[in-house]
């Protein structure tokens, strides 16, 4: 291993939590106890972790392999006869796997964590919601493996609840976090596995996320990238039409376009920030359309969840431009909640809205009459225009009125030859019977 350069990588990682399969087709958040090692600030990315390898295990440091990429020290503790970070480290990755009973829904302890400003914010969202009748506010994360998903969560509760270590096995379903604050006020949210396989949307783990979603309302789905990646790809287009082929396409009513990595350092080289995100909005709500779905109600909201976010005076973490991110995007996901009836997972109605062959077919008739009437107004113009001339110049006016007689005269005869082959067809058909 010597001839390999270490260095800290900066890459948030989405790979999973420790979870416990639930009957109702989720992932049971459980309780998992962290170490001295782990208390660096809520809400970090995992690679932002600071720390010796010596003292937690080699967590945050991260390996160059070529042809593998960065692989954390303490991910590779686990393989058989490796001794990466230190007995003490491995020992310390096995007693974090060892997970306890599922818990449930826990009081918001997070909440009070945060700077004033934020929670102030949250009681005035949590009241608008109350006015509206709803206690309970639910979200769904989506996106790829490493957009950011797990590390939203935790800074969206100010918790460690989701687990963003690399190598991590994936989770097949999805995991929820449930939260009480103080007034009783609820929120879910909701994280899902990477929805890809190696480099091919996984069906299994979007039929998976549709199954754990029926019979809940979702009332703001969070559409995860990041925005240092400067186009969408094949696979990116492959993932947001699963989505909409699985779910629906009423599942974007809903959507909340989310940028993860909203910095400076993410645009690429001479190009403005703005730009840069308007840029990759238009990107995105191109593809989600392409999928077959409407854009019209998608947000779009800006997130920095690294430790090394600037923040205010207020001590709230900001992205360019002094948007406190935090309060930016629960301010968007109550107000999609106010105004866009929550979405609800039906495998008929989703199979029938994503179905090409189903859509516009209202359309059809119509097209079919336009054509017909068409057809009929060309073959009155071309028989006008047969009977006014021909190839060696215009008729005069009593060979125009001759022509047109016999005109009349031939549709005369075809119509009363139809009519007799009708009335023959119908009296064959009752003396048959």
């Not at 006020?185 to 039929?207: H, K, M, W, Y």
């Not at 309302?217 to 039409?241: K, P, S």
């Not at 600037?310 to 999609?336: H, R, Y």
Request: charged share 30%; proline share 5%.
């Amino acid at each position: 291993m010597a001839d390999f350069d270490e260095e800290i990588y900066n890459e948030e990682v989405d790979e999973g939590s420790y979870d416990e399969e639930g009957d109702d087709g989720y992932i049971e958040e459980v309780e998992v106890e962290d170490s001295e090692e782990d208390a660096e600030e809520i809400g970090a990315e995992a690679d932002d972790e600071e720390g010796e390898a010596g003292a937690d295990g080699g967590k945050g440091q991260m390996l160059y392999i070529p042809g593998l990429g960065y692989i954390p020290l303490a991910s590779l503790g686990n393989i058989p006869g490796l001794n990466i970070g230190g007995a003490r480290g491995g020992a310390a990755a096995a007693g974090a796997a060892a997970p306890a009973a599922p818990e449930g829904q826990r009081d918001w302890q997070g909440l009070a964590e945060m700077p004033a400003v934020t929670q102030e914010t949250i009681a005035d969202l949590s009241g608008a919601l109350a006015e509206d009748n709803k206690g309970e506010l639910t979200i769904l994360l989506l996106g790829k493996g490493g957009a950011g998903k797990s590390s939203t969560v935790n800074s969206i509760l100010n918790e460690r609840a989701a687990n963003v270590l690399a190598f991590q096995q994936d989770n097949a379903k999805p995991t929820v976090f449930s939260r009480r604050a103080p007034d009783g006020f609820i929120i879910n949210v909701i994280d899902t596995p990477s929805l890809l396989d190696q480099d091919a949307v996984s069906e299994g783990r979007l039929e998976g996320i549709a199954k754990s979603l029926r019979d809940r309302d979702i009332d703001a789905v969070l559409y995860v990238d990041r925005l240092d990646n400067y186009a969408v790809e094949d696979v990116d287009q492959a993932v947001i039409n699963g989505i909409t082929r699985v779910l629906g396409p009423q599942v974007w009513n809903n959507a909340v376009v989310c940028f993860t990595r909203s910095s400076e350092t993410s645009t690429p080289p001479g190009v403005d920030f703005e730009d840069h995100v308007a840029a990759r909005e238009a990107q995105l709500k191109a593809a989600i359309a392409a999928s077959g779905a409407s854009t019209s109600d998608v947000a779009v909201a800006l997130i920095e969840n690294s430790s090394r976010c600037p923040t205010n005076a207020d001590g709230e973490k900001v992205v360019p431009g002094e948007t406190p991110w935090i309060a930016d995007l629960l301010e968007k996901v109550v107000d999609t909640a106010l105004n866009v009836p929550p979405y609800e997972y039906s495998s008929e109605v989703s199979a029938k809205a994503a179905d090409p062959n189903r859509r516009r077919k209202w359309l059809i008739p119509l097209i079919l009459a336009v054509q017909v009437g068409v057809k009929l107004l060309l073959d009155r113009v071309m028989d006008d225009d047969g009977c006014r001339g021909d190839g060696n110049g215009p008729f005069d006016a009593q060979t125009v009125q001759e022509r047109r007689d016999e005109l009349k005269e031939e549709r005369r005869r075809a119509a009363k030859k139809t009519q007799q082959s009708s009335s023959q067809a119908i009296s064959s058909t009752r003396s048959t019977r």
